[in-house]
């Protein structure tokens, strides 16, 4: 036990203390890391390639499977929950008159009960919404600020732009120059974004009261864009 | 995907030390990706299961092409003049580090890579290597002493 003690000892001697490393190598390794933390962006052929190579296999996979023999079609028809297994029906010529006449029968029926208003969730369109615009607006400009006298320079980075740090940089602007802004065009719904300053540091948007966080700990802002409301009465 | 592939694209570079194999092994690691993505089983941790893959294959490529002729041709002046100059934005610089890093074993570069590149915690790398806290504190401690031997007085602390 001794022994070990002191061959332990020995070893974190020469090893130095893990938890409190030396300062003159952590600002060696600072100096030496931080030409690498340049940003490297991919070839732009690269999600394109990417994206070709999993279509074609997963054409390929399609195809394996439309080759598969019945009996295995069948397993994997069982495995299929009642409601979305599909049933061959074989009647007769008589009998399939009477199963049309049947179902025609039940419809005229449920027809006449809606006309006569039990049906509250089933409504005939209003009038007036053949009439609206087809399609509510679906693009609303967003405006990005984000204050930074120091910075160099800001981008805007999301989903709405693949995360790409080149993509979306903002102008400087302002009384002392350190407000950048940049608008945007963006489809309704929920984007998640944050700025990039001098290419390198992250931030969440100060402004924005929604926010997510990713499994690196790193946070991100949320913005909602809301679809304008159809114009019922437009004409 | 998109979200991280910048981090992605930098880490590979860093660890394979060439544009074309690290371009070769994020395509190969994606499409791996892609075939196993129902093994993703919490979507929230996505990314750190991406970068897993990530890290897998550009070791499994460092290992396979450690052995190749080294791709840089040393510049003594220019590295000077980088260094005294712009030490920091030079190309000739990051080459030289580059250089020493594609030097150093496999697990070490990739413990640098990603504690002071990618400035990740430890228990994150943890996490994307498979390896244990204090390995990987070793592993980097190493590395930085093997820089500092390889770059000398060239990159001053």
């Given at each position: 036990m001794r022994e070990r003690d002191e061959w332990r000892a020995r070893r974190r001697r020469d090893d130095g203390d893990l938890d409190a490393p030396d300062p003159a190598l952590e600002r060696f390794a600072e100096r030496v890391a931080a030409p690498l933390r340049a940003p490297e962006r991919a070839d732009d052929t690269f999600r394109a390639r990417l994206m070709a190579t999993v279509r074609a296999e997963a054409e390929l996979t399609q195809a394996a499977l439309t080759h598969a023999t019945g009996g295995e079609a069948a397993a994997g028809a069982s495995r299929e929950p009642w409601y979305r297994r599909s049933v061959t029906v074989r009647l007769t010529p008589l009998r399939g008159l009477a199963a049309a006449a049947a179902i025609g029968g039940v419809m005229l029926l449920g027809a006449r009960a809606l006309e006569r208003g039990?049906?509250?969730?089933v409504a005939s369109p209003p009038r007036v919404a053949r009439s609206?615009?087809?399609?509510?607006?679906?693009v609303r400009v967003v405006q990005f600020v984000f204050v930074a006298p120091d910075a160099r320079r800001v981008a805007l980075v999301g989903d709405f732009n693949a995360?790409?740090?080149?993509a979306t940089q903002l102008q400087r602007g302002g009384v002392n120059g350190g407000v950048w802004t940049v608008s945007l065009a963006l489809p309704a719904g929920r984007h998640e974004y944050a700025f990039v300053v001098d290419g390198a540091r992250w931030e969440p948007d100060p402004a924005s009261t929604d926010a997510v966080t990713d499994d690196f700990g790193v946070v991100s802002s949320v913005v909602s864009v809301r679809a304008a409301a159809p114009r019922l009465g437009a004409t | 995907m998109d979200r991280y592939q910048h981090e992605y694209v930098r880490f590979a570079r860093r660890m394979l030390g060439s544009r074309d194999d690290a371009d070769e092994a994020l395509q190969a690691a994606f499409l791996r990706a892609y075939r196993a993505?129902?093994?993703?089983?919490?979507p929230r941790r996505f990314g750190a299961w991406l970068y897993h893959i990530v890290a897998n294959e550009c070791r499994t490529r460092a290992t396979r092409t450690?052995?190749?002729?080294?791709?840089f041709v040393r510049d003594e002046a220019a590295l000077e003049r980088a260094l005294t100059e712009h030490p920091a934005d030079d190309d000739a610089l990051r080459d030289e580090i580059q250089h020493a890093l594609d030097q150093l074993p496999d697990d070490q570069r990739e413990a640098f890579v990603l504690k002071h590149?990618?400035?990740?915690s430890y228990d994150e790398m943890a996490e994307i290597t498979g390896a244990g806290v204090s390995a990987l504190k070793m592993r980097v401690k190493r590395a930085c002493e093997r820089l500092r031997d390889l770059l000398g007085e060239k990159v001053h602390a």
């Open positions: 039990g049906g509250a969730t609206a615009p087809p399609l509510p607006d679906t995360w790409d740090r080149e | 993505l129902e093994q993703c089983r919490d450690g052995r190749r002729e080294r791709r590149v990618e400035e990740l």
